[in-house]
């Protein structure tokens, strides 16, 4: 089992920046990816950024460039800083950590408005 605790969403004017953390805890030594995602109103549920245990990432491409995902090993926790943010980027954002490719889990989501 796993447990994801999200902070740092925010209402942010268009240009502004975010910084969003995800902590876990639990078996963490099993996660082998940490990601967001996002949903926006009555949108399906998207990738935004991911990373391994070995740090490699990924990335959505409407998000390259303006944001960054990374992992702190020592605190069990993973960021994405979000730069020149739009206002399509207005969401729920969500941390994901995969252990298998059938185990995952979900934080609770944190809101990010960005307004024009």
């Known amino acids: 089992q796993v447990q994801l605790a999200e902070s740092g969403g925010g209402l942010v004017q268009a240009g502004g920046s975010l910084r969003l953390s995800c902590a876990a805890s639990?078996?963490?030594?099993?996660?082998?990816?940490m990601g967001w995602y996002r949903q926006a109103p009555g949108k399906q549920r998207e990738l935004v950024a991911t990373?391994?245990?070995?740090?490699?990432?990924n990335y959505q491409d409407s998000v390259k460039g303006r944001f960054a995902i990374n992992r702190d090993s020592a605190k069990n926790t993973a960021y994405l800083r979000m730069n020149m943010l739009k206002p399509e980027d207005t969401a729920v954002y969500y941390c994901?950590?995969?252990?298998?490719?059938?185990?995952?889990?979900w934080g609770q989501g944190t809101q990010v408005t960005v307004s024009s």
């Open positions: 639990g078996t963490i030594f099993s996660i082998k990816t």
């Open positions: 990373i391994t245990s070995g740090g490699y990432t």
């Open positions: 994901n950590a995969r252990l298998t490719t059938d185990e995952q889990y």
